[in-house]
């Protein structure tokens, strides 16, 4: 992967990473937590997305190859 994209990546997952956390702490994820135990569908997709997208950011720009 391109050196550019890989810190494309990994800037759009730490930005759905940051999405996702405020997600999982707003009042209605708070309130369907109360209610069924579980944060909401939103909030998990914004978390495990942005897991992803700084894992294959962070792995392109560490494991590059050299021309």
Do not use: E, F, H, Q
Request: proline share 4%; no cysteine; aromatic share 2%.
């Amino acid at each position: 992967m391109p050196k550019i994209l890989s810190i494309a990546v990994l800037i759009v997952g730490v930005i759905l990473l940051v999405y996702g956390l405020n997600a999982a702490g707003s009042v209605s994820s708070s309130v369907t937590n109360a209610v069924s135990g579980t944060p909401t569908d939103k909030s998990i997709w914004l978390i495990v997305l942005g897991i992803v997208g700084v894992v294959s950011g962070g792995a392109g720009l560490i494991l590059r190859r050299s021309p």
